[in-house]
């Protein structure tokens, strides 16, 4: 605890005025929690879909720039499909309207997006008494009558753009599509009120599917009370565990107390900035106060192993918690600055996490570095025995080991120590060589698989999220299956001037651009303003099919958007086209399935024909719809994943790097920590878990995992190479079974608090439990069986003298 000149080091003085001072420490950190405990209540916990858009991306630009004209992104789409017989029935019909004027009264609807075969949206073009007539498909009332329900079907076939987009092929189902603004959605609200709609509708002829971002994000909010479930039971499980392992209410107390201020500072840091806390990262916030509860298992066994050996509660206080001050700060701080990487990537949930979880972490020095041997102070000593001095001083080092370990013997230490022993004899004699050359082969074989196979954002939001018997995955696949599809990707042309989509040939390369539009890969159809120009041209040559084109006169066109303005209400056409000033327009494209690859592959292709058709009257710029929204998200979060990985590690080497004074003790740290990081993507992929803006917060903190693991054992190993002359044998067996006993102890409680994750109805949390225990044993195996591999075969002396503590 001194400097070779018998100097007290800054820990033990730091200790010591810890120690010295424990109702001023208590009162400030009382008065901090208290602080945050206040700032807590105005907490939200819930989804801001601005927060998940990337805003200075160029397709959420578009999208923001045009929003208000051509509508929301976030579509839901509800079926009503009937079991017998097809739609055209009174009954069908009247369901259909009640649906859709109750879905038009939802609270963040945009009333100008919603559609459905009994809004006046849907129009009728006909040739009638005085005529071209535009009307409603259903006007002036519902059909009812055998002839009423005839015309309606005839209406609907002799119209384009109906059957296909809004109705089945085989009519049997029809859709209601609504847009939901972001700010204005209540999730809870849209849960509510669609589960009440499908209750009261459906029957034994009638089946309502209920799909579309806005409903995903209903789902996520509906499941989010289990998780609040989960914690709970996981609280109750950790309090076992450490009551199974330290037997004593301070061994309960101490780390839960911990990890409670860490939470309470963190949430109530977050809550101060205004930050929301999305659910489906709320696994993050678990790991973050598992930081906490590491360090305080570590310096519970080193104060119990201090006190059996002194007998004096003061001087085992600053002994056990000076020699883990600088190994808990430094760990502290990697962790910190690993999360703060995050930030790296500009979509305001990920920057959000990483500015309040890297706060969280930090917290943890107040919450267990500085409280911890504050409470230990004020609270009675261990009811363990003790050695007497006397004893102590006639025996020798390994018999007063021995000693200390009956005293501090526990039910577990049979356990931990036998999985302490394996993992000894993995680095044991010529055995080391056999971990070095699996640790290469997983390094460059394993990453290069991972660099190339590993996917972003490759499969569909809902099915990344909740599993594929879910009901809105099942919704999802009956639109993909049945309509054109339920995905929008959004081109938007651009007109050089006011009224430049009343031009011919702006209206002809937007027909060109969605003729092409249908060899994107999974494209189901596309939908411009030229359907409707070509249908009303149609009716100009009495209903004559061949008469479907684009009119090449200017002046059947003018007559034509004449006809369209004076029979469209405000807001009709906006989908199509803007009005008055016919400037700008879109084609919309509908995609059956999507992955990462089909939207990447189909924006390329966009790309190269808009860059072969260079345009003088028009431009096209891409791209809107809510898979314009995932194509950027997705280049974010694939940027920002790989940059991420590289800082993180960057920034532990150079840490650690300062910390043990030889790069080759930052190298035997960084291995074990990259290894896991390979083997964790290597089972992202045969898991089929995609790497997409939820799962990338808990990969990069689940890095700090390892790094905490392999910095109390590197500094314990270089301790024990101290006192035992040398030995680096003997250095690495006391380590292991010593500070690698509570490493093995604080995986698996970690491991079995997580696992309840499983259990939740999301197939994200679930997927994300199984990926963290994996990292959590991952881990805990590379501290203590690859990290002295490492140091024996680069050499105990190059690395460990290095160590000041």
């Known amino acids: 605890m001194t400097t070779e000149k018998g100097e007290k080091t800054i820990w033990l003085k730091l200790v010591e005025y810890h120690v010295g001072h424990p109702y001023l420490m208590l009162t400030l950190i009382v008065l901090g929690t208290i602080f945050f405990v206040y700032q807590i209540f105005s907490l939200k916990i819930h989804t801001d879909f601005f927060d998940l858009y990337p805003p200075r991306h160029p397709y959420i630009q578009l999208y923001k720039q045009y929003r208000n004209m051509f509508g929301t992104a976030n579509v839901m789409t509800l079926v009503l499909e009937v079991k017998k017989g097809n739609i055209y029935n009174a009954e069908t019909i009247k369901k259909l309207e009640r649906l859709t004027k109750d879905v038009l009264e939802i609270k963040g609807v945009n009333p100008i997006q919603v559609i459905s075969l009994t809004h006046p949206k849907l129009k009728n073009i006909n040739v009638g008494t005085w005529g071209i007539e535009i009307s409603p498909l259903i006007h002036p009332k519902l059909p009812e009558t055998d002839e009423e329900l005839r015309r309606f079907k005839e209406k609907i076939y002799t119209n384009e753009g109906i059957r296909g987009v809004y109705i089945t092929p085989n009519d049997k189902a029809t859709m209601i599509q609504a847009g939901l603004w972001e700010e204005g959605v209540d999730l809870k609200n849209l849960y509510a009120k669609m589960t009440e709609l499908k209750k009261r509708e459906e029957d034994a002829n009638h089946t309502i599917y209920i799909t579309g971002y806005p409903m995903l994000y209903a789902w996520i909010a509906h499941y989010t009370p289990q998780l609040y479930n989960v914690f709970f039971v996981t609280g109750v499980v950790l309090m076992v565990?450490?009551?199974?392992?330290?037997?004593?209410?301070?061994?309960?107390?101490?780390?839960?107390?911990?990890?409670?201020?860490?939470?309470?500072?963190?949430?109530?840091?977050?809550?101060?900035?205004?930050?929301?806390?999305?659910?489906?990262?709320?696994?993050?916030?678990?790991?973050?106060?598992?930081?906490?509860?590491?360090?305080?298992?570590?310096?519970?066994?080193?104060?119990?192993?201090?006190?059996?050996?002194?007998?004096?509660?003061?001087?085992?206080?600053?002994?056990?918690?000076?020699?883990?001050?600088?190994?808990?700060?430094?760990?502290?701080?990697?962790?910190?600055?690993?999360?703060?990487t995050i930030a790296v990537a500009t979509i305001p949930l990920m920057r959000n996490l990483a500015i309040y979880g890297s706060f969280w972490i930090l917290s943890i020095y107040v919450s267990s570095i500085v409280l911890h041997p504050v409470l230990v102070s004020l609270l009675p000593p261990p009811r363990a025995k003790h050695i007497d001095k006397e004893k102590l001083a006639r025996i020798d080092l390994d018999t007063a080991r021995e000693e200390i370990r009956k005293i501090t013997a526990r039910p577990g230490d049979k356990i931990y120590l036998k999985i302490g022993h394996i993992l000894i004899a993995l680095t044991e004699g010529n055995r080391k060589w056999i971990v070095l050359a699996v640790a290469i082969i997983i390094l460059f074989g394993g990453g290069y698989v991972t660099r190339t196979h590993l996917k972003v954002g490759d499969t569909s939001a809902g099915k990344a999220i909740l599993y594929s018997d879910h009901p809105y995955n099942v919704a999802g696949d009956k639109v993909n299956r049945d309509f054109i599809g339920a995905s929008q990707l959004i081109v938007i042309a651009e007109g050089q001037k006011k009224g430049a989509m009343k031009d011919g040939d702006s209206l002809t390369l937007l027909e060109d651009l969605g003729v092409y539009s249908q060899r994107l890969p999974n494209a189901g159809g596309t939908v411009t303003v030229t359907g409707i120009v070509k249908t009303i041209y149609r009716m100009f040559h009495e209903g004559n099919p061949k008469w479907a084109v684009l009119p090449e006169d200017p002046r059947h066109l003018g007559q034509i958007f004449f006809q369209i303005e004076g029979s469209m209400a405000a807001g009709e056409m906006d989908r199509f086209i803007s009005v008055p000033d016919y400037s700008n327009a879109t084609v919309t494209i509908y995609f059956r399935e999507y992955n990462n690859k089909v939207i990447t592959d189909s924006l390329a292709m966009l790309k190269n024909y808009i860059k072969d058709h260079p345009l003088e009257k028009m431009k096209f710029r891409l791209a809107g719809g809510i898979l314009g929204i995932l194509a950027s998200v997705n280049?974010?979060?694939?940027?920002?994943?790989?940059?991420?990985?590289?800082?993180?590690?960057?920034?532990?080497?150079?840490?650690?790097?300062?910390?043990?004074?030889?790069?080759?003790?930052?190298?035997?740290?960084?291995?074990?920590?990259?290894?896991c990081q390979v083997l964790s993507d290597i089972l992202m992929l045969i898991l089929g878990i995609d790497m997409n803006i939820n799962s990338l917060p808990v990969c990069s903190v689940g890095v700090g995992v390892g790094v905490d693991y392999g910095i109390y054992i590197l500094s314990r190993l270089a301790e024990e190479y101290k006192f035992s002359n040398g030995d680096y044998m003997r250095a690495r067996y006391l380590a292991i079974t010593s500070t690698g006993k509570a490493t093995i102890f604080t995986a698996s409680t970690l491991l079995f608090s997580v696992i309840f994750f499983v259990f939740a109805s999301f197939k994200f949390q679930a997927e994300m439990a199984v990926l963290l225990a994996f990292l959590l044993v991952a881990n805990m195996v590379g501290a203590l069986a690859v990290l002295p591999a490492l140091v024996s075969i680069l050499g105990p002396d190059r690395i460990l003298p290095k160590y000041r503590i």
């Open 241 to 340: 565990l450490l009551w199974w392992y330290f037997r004593s209410f301070m061994g309960v107390f101490i780390p839960m107390i911990s990890a409670v201020v860490s939470a309470i500072w963190g949430l109530g840091f977050a809550s101060m900035l205004k930050i929301n806390i999305d659910p489906l990262v709320l696994v993050v916030p678990l790991l973050l106060s598992a930081r906490a509860l590491s360090h305080s298992v570590q310096s519970m066994e080193r104060y119990h192993e201090e006190y059996a050996k002194t007998g004096d509660k003061k001087r085992a206080i600053i002994i056990a918690y000076g020699y883990l001050y600088k190994p808990g700060i430094l760990g502290t701080i990697c962790d910190g600055l690993g999360v703060l």
């Open 635 to 675: 280049e974010e979060v694939e940027w920002s994943y790989w940059m991420n990985m590289l800082l993180i590690f960057t920034l532990t080497f150079v840490f650690c790097w300062w910390a043990y004074r030889t790069w080759l003790g930052a190298l035997v740290l960084f291995i074990p920590l990259l290894i």
